[in-house]
């Protein structure tokens, strides 16, 4: 009797554990990640509010429209919009919506929040909401008007013919109508409780060290979200972080490390790290002002810098070799044509031999004999590579550029200097030379847009990318051609005319590209993005509509 | 009381012990010896009294040692080293062997030759700035003190303000003024902002001292006030500039390895705090660099130490009671073991 | 009295002065949020709407509109909503990392105060002796050893290397705060390390100070008169000489209190801990102009306080200032 007890317990403990033991499987599953470095979590759920909240909510709790597949153009993803369609005279995009969609308080989704969300980025011109809004009073911006065709249609109007206006609009993250339209001054409003359509909106647990934001039940991607919850903890530094992950607690991450080799593999079975190229870098002359504006002392500065110097020890040897003087890099290299960009190949190689030729040449000599070499008209060349003092890798970079300058008698030094003085110095344009990223996009036009655009080289609004205040005509054409037309050879010959106009006039001396941060823990989920399976572009920053789908790929760990 | 009287258990055997040299009288040398004291007086007797004070005292010249080394290693660094402080020199992280004493730091630059040089430059912002926080609170703090009245106001209003400003905040709103936080910059700010304790100190000692004989005796003679001031009071102010100074110097030191280590200075500069700055930023602790973070470490705490025990040496001399006490343990045991109170001191 | 009223018209001129230099902050200061928030853009903000964006961050108005505006609001203690932490009122925010570091630079305040005036107390009582004349020098060249030092060496050892203590932050992120053992016990075991930091490089001033008021006491008449009476040993080193010591220490204190909220910006830094030196950091390096007002008028104020609370301690136990 005892012994028959005794077993009846035993075995009902066994069923009993067995029966917990899918309920553990049943378990909230939560994905930890850290889009963003902060001091302190703030209640702050505003889709375009850049200081921290939008790299949490955007794509995650608010949909886009269209999600680029970057890495795999023919692989693109609806968002909000099942289709978009661009009209014959390039002067209109129609967007066909996703339709039974649904507001995560259960108002339905139509073309009225999207028309409203495009009247209200233009009714608050200071809310940046990345919609290229025309201006008549300054002559700016390209859409001028969004239309209902339906409740499902909408067609966005532009003042100019754009084929490239539809990577413009698929970017807009469409705000619910019945909540906005109350909002008076959406820059401030930290609209706490989101109403959405993404995976996640339901935000729980909020205190300044962190919060979660779980599944939105509405939402269409619901079925197959294998993730409740979304969990964003409050982190600053890199050791919190990399000890984070390490120690389980932070599954996706996107820091910048140093050695990752020694200090970030070796902390955990489950670390891992992939750093695919992203976009290149650049060193900016100001062209306005003796001797850059000399094209042959241009040239000679790009071979007189040592790039593997700066590949392997200024930058940890993160980041990776950009081929061609094109002020771009390989994550356009779909766009490259090897064989016209050839010849200009020389002008990335490191031979200082070949610098001094061409400086001796043009007549860049030491005139007054003081071991440096002059002006063409006599004055000393004395300038400093100016840079924000906390931004160590460049600065890196800055130094050895400065020595290579040196060493083939070119006195420039760096200058670093506080980084909000540097932010208000590069609208003025009065810089000598710095150290510049390169913008991302979907072609390259988002890159050289900004760089000849001459309406950006104004002192005082000169754009990051158009301190060398270089016009050239050629280009501001090419790039027109380039936008009027959809057919992607004409493109390609329009790029090509850039890309070879660049490689000529030396507006700009590439770099090396810079890498894309990723590091991922395998210990709770596995299917991340790998170099074998690059399916998606892998960050965990705004920016990547990528991400979500990223994310949603993700399988939890039994 | 003394332990001494309270517990005679404990002493009566030690003396028991002694009993046989306690019957023969010792003689006087004997006694000298166990006092720690010289029979003759030295080559220091014939320098002037505060300065002989200085080379007596212990642990001031250990002190003064310490920090000459410091600043003759940095003054002939180029003697030293063959490398260039600001260039690479070798391959990153390089262990400290024959080519690089100290080994390389993770961008390839030698890290003994970016000490020395360092020195150089941290220590002449650190004893810049402390010189002149010492002499703008000398020159204040008399001015206040002897003339009183109105320019005392202002002054003490002015000192006071000084006392309660927050450094920190104002060296960024100039550093950002002049775009780069270089050495000079900081040893300025540092400079303008750490002379308020000095001018209070001796301001009070100025009051104290205009009250006393010989500078009412020199103002009825008719003597100029400059010159009351220059040759009556200044000198006894010596000890308190000094100790103003050396004061100055260590928070100045500390205050720009700080500022640097934390990423306000300029990362082009070669100084202790750079060094700590990139060593931290370039995580050599993580990836097992110690030479490129402990030389300037221990170079800053060499530093600090060295200028602490000036620091003692020079309370002491302002101070007699603490130089006393010095003597006062040798005095106490001398008189325990002939059964003596100790208690007078 | 009048000695408290011309102190007290002191700090009101000196609150004022730093009212003023508040405001200038922002506009001597290159550069304001909205640079980097344009950057951020990447090119992706036509003209029109980059101009929209700086004027909202801009200043507008005369100087002497803007000046009056700015004291008006400061009045009414409202300090404005922080750029970085947006769009959190800057006084909340203030108020939450005002609270850790009262928890970090309090806590080291306590252990130093107390560890080092008894070492004080004991180093001048057996003058000349062993523990004086070793420990005397050792903690007060400890003092000379920047905290960015022994906080590096502190997180090395023991958060890096033996993993003993977390790699900074306040709290683990698996805590809600509340005030239960388990919170508490989780933030006191974050601080130790930090506050180890702090105490480390303090304790030899207070030490020092004590011991050098002491010595100078104990040849004084009262001293010799109540050893003369046969008081016990106990009874002479505390109830007569520490305590007539303790009171320019305890002045010391008051003003050093004052100085607390300024935060460990060092430590704070390599412990990532979320107090004021550290939000103020980040707060100057983005140009928070709202936070960087309120933090310094923050430590102002306090100092101010501190300075008047100590002056009238003073009075109260020196009767000659009462005139």
């Given at each position: 009797m005892h012994k028959i007890g005794l077993l009846t317990v035993l075995a009902g403990a066994l069923l009993t554990t067995s029966a917990i033991v899918p309920a553990v499987g049943q378990e909230e599953v939560i994905l930890r990640l850290l889009p963003y470095h902060t001091d302190a979590m703030v209640e702050n759920f505003n889709p375009n509010n850049p200081t921290g909240p939008q790299q949490r909510t955007r794509d995650f709790t608010y949909e886009p429209l269209w999600i680029e597949n970057v890495w795999n153009p023919d692989a693109d993803v609806p968002g909000l919009a099942m289709s978009y369609e661009i009209a014959e005279d390039l002067k209109s995009v129609t967007w066909k919506l996703r339709p039974d969609t649904k507001w995560s308080d259960g108002e339905d989704f139509n073309a009225d929040d999207v028309v409203f969300t495009f009247d209200y980025a233009k009714a608050h011109p200071d809310y940046p909401m990345g919609i290229d809004v025309y201006s008549e009073e300054t002559g700016t911006g390209n859409v001028v008007s969004a239309e209902k065709i339906d409740d499902l249609t909408v067609r966005f109007n532009l003042h100019e013919p754009d084929s490239l206006a539809r990577y413009g609009q698929g970017q807009i993250y469409p705000l619910p109508e019945h909540i906005w339209s109350s909002v008076d001054d959406p820059k401030n409003f930290a609209n706490t409780t989101p109403v959405a359509t993404g995976p996640w909106t339901e935000v729980r647990n909020f205190s300044r060290s962190g919060y979660e934001v779980c599944r939105n039940e509405l939402s269409h991607y619901n079925a197959d979200n294998k993730i409740d919850c979304l969990s964003f903890p409050q982190m600053n530094g890199n050791e919190q972080t990399v000890a984070a992950l390490s120690a389980g607690d932070l599954d996706w991450l996107g820091d910048g490390l140093t050695d990752p080799d020694i200090t970030f593999l070796p902390q955990s079975e489950f670390n891992n790290y992939w750093l695919p190229a992203g976009s290149d870098v650049n060193l900016q002359l100001n062209t306005t002002k003796a001797p850059f504006d000399n094209l042959e002392f241009r040239k000679a500065m790009s071979v007189a810098i040592d790039r593997d110097t700066l590949v392997d020890i200024s930058t940890f040897g993160l980041t990776t070799h950009t081929r061609f003087p094109i002020g771009t890099g390989e994550m356009f290299n779909t766009w490259y044509d090897e064989a016209a960009l050839q010849p200009y190949e020389w002008l990335m190689q490191y031979t200082p031999e070949k610098a001094i030729e061409l400086l001796d040449a043009a007549g860049f000599v030491d005139k007054d004999g003081d071991g440096w070499r002059d002006n063409l008209d006599g004055s000393p060349i004395s300038f400093g590579i100016s840079m924000?003092?906390?931004?160590t890798d460049w600065v890196n970079t800055g130094q050895t550029v400065a020595e290579n300058l040196q060493d083939v008698g070119i006195n420039a030094s760096l200058k670093t200097m506080d980084e909000g003085a540097w932010f208000d110095g590069v609208p003025q344009g009065n810089f000598d030379v710095y150290v510049m990223w390169t913008n991302g996009g979907a072609t390259p036009f988002s890159q050289y847009q900004p760089m000849f655009n001459p309406r950006l080289m104004v002192p005082g609004q000169i754009d990051f990318q158009a301190m060398h205040q270089l016009v050239i005509p050629g280009i501001e054409e090419a790039l027109d051609k380039f936008r009027s037309t959809s057919d992607r050879d004409a493109q390609l010959a329009d790029i090509g005319e850039v890309h070879k106009l660049v490689a000529e006039n030396v507006p700009v001396i590439s770099l090396f590209a810079n890498p894309t941060w990723y590091e991922y823990s395998t210990r709770h989920f596995t299917g991340w993005v790998t170099e074998d399976d690059p399916r998606y572009r892998p960050q965990v920053h705004d920016g990547t509509r990528e991400r979500v789908l990223h994310a949603l790929s993700l399988q939890p760990v039994e | 009381m003394s332990e001494i009287v309270q517990t005679p258990g404990l002493s009566r055997p030690l003396r028991a012990e002694n009993a046989a040299e306690v019957l023969r009288p010792p003689s006087q040398a004997e006694l000298m010896a166990e006092l720690g004291l010289k029979s003759r007086p030295g080559w220091t007797s014939r320098l002037p009294p505060g300065l002989a004070a200085f080379v007596t005292n212990g642990k001031g010249m250990v002190g003064v040692i310490i920090l000459l080394a410091l600043i003759l290693t940095a003054l002939f660094a180029p003697l030293l080293t063959s490398y260039d402080p600001n260039r690479r020199a070798g391959k990153p992280h390089v262990q400290p062997g024959y080519e690089h004493v100290l080994g390389t730091t993770r961008m390839g630059k030698d890290a003994f030759t970016q000490l020395v040089y360092g020195g150089r430059v941290s220590l002449t912002v650190g004893i810049g700035a402390g010189l002149a926080a010492a002499m703008i609170g000398l020159a204040l703090g008399i001015s206040a003190g002897y003339f009183g009245g109105r320019t005392d106001d202002i002054i003490t209003f002015f000192v006071n303000v000084v006392l309660v400003l927050p450094g920190l905040p104002l060296i960024i709103v100039i550093a950002t003024m002049v775009e780069t936080a270089g050495p000079p910059v900081i040893g300025l700010v540092l400079a303008l902002t750490g002379w308020g304790w000095a001018a209070r100190t001796i301001r009070t000692q100025t009051l104290a001292l205009r009250a006393r004989e010989f500078v009412l005796a020199a103002e009825l003679m008719g003597e100029k006030k400059w010159r009351i001031i220059l040759i009556e009071i200044f000198p006894n102010m010596l000890s308190f500039v000094m100790g103003g100074f050396v004061l100055g110097t260590i928070a100045a030191i500390l205050a720009e390895a700080a500022l640097e280590f934390i990423g306000l200075g300029d990362p082009n500069s070669v100084t202790w705090g750079t060094m700590l700055y990139w060593a931290q930023k370039n995580l050599a602790l993580q990836s097992g660099a110690w030479w490129e973070i402990w030389p300037p470490c221990i170079a800053i705490m060499l530093t600090g130490a060295a200028l602490v025990l000036i620091n003692f040496a020079v309370d002491e001399i302002t101070n007699p009671q603490l130089k006393a006490s010095r003597k006062i343990g040798r005095i106490k045991r001398f008189l325990s073991r002939r059964g003596r109170s100790a208690d007078v001191f | 009295m009048i000695f408290l009223l011309r102190r007290l018209a002191f700090y009101i001129g000196a609150f004022f002065l730093a009212v003023t230099f508040n405001f200038f902050i922002p506009r001597l200061m290159p550069g304001d949020p909205s640079a980097r928030i344009i950057a951020s853009f990447q090119g992706r903000l036509n003209e029109s709407q980059v101009e929209a964006i700086r004027k909202s961050y801009g200043f507008t108005g005369s100087l002497w509109e803007q000046y009056v505006t700015y004291v008006g609001s400061i009045m009414r203690l409202d300090f404005g909503i922080s750029t970085v932490q947006f769009p959190e009122p800057t006084a909340s925010l203030l108020f939450y990392a005002a609270t850790w570091t009262l928890v970090l630079v309090g806590l080291a305040i306590f252990f130093a105060f107390t560890i080092g005036s008894f070492m004080g107390i004991h180093a001048a009582w057996h003058r000349g002796g062993f523990f004086d004349s070793f420990f005397t020098p050792i903690n007060v060249m400890l003092n000379a050893f920047t905290p960015a030092i022994v906080a590096l060496l502190l997180f090395y050892a023991f958060s890096l290397q033996l993993q003993w203590f977390p790699l900074g932050r306040a709290h683990s992120t698996s805590i809600m705060p509340s005030f239960s053992f388990e919170f508490i016990g989780n933030v006191l075991y974050h601080a130790t390390l930090p506050v180890l930091s702090i105490f480390l490089v303090s304790f030899g001033g207070w030490h020092l100070g004590m011991r050098n008021v002491m010595i100078n006491l104990l040849n004084e008449d009262f001293v010799i008169l109540a050893k003369a009476k046969g008081l016990s040993d106990r009874r002479v080193r505390y109830r007569y000489v520490a305590r007539n010591a303790i009171l320019p220490q305890i002045t010391a204190l008051a003003l050093s209190i004052g100085f607390l909220l300024g935060g460990a910006l060092v430590t704070e830094q390599v412990f990532n801990y979320p107090g004021l030196g550290k939000f103020t950091f980040t707060a100057i390096g983005s140009r928070d102009y709202s936070f960087i007002q309120g933090q310094l008028l923050l430590l102002t104020a306090s100092v101010l306080v501190a300075n008047l609370l100590s002056d009238i301690a003073n009075v109260i136990l020196d009767p000659r200032l009462r005139t």
């Open positions: 924000p003092s906390g931004w | - | -």
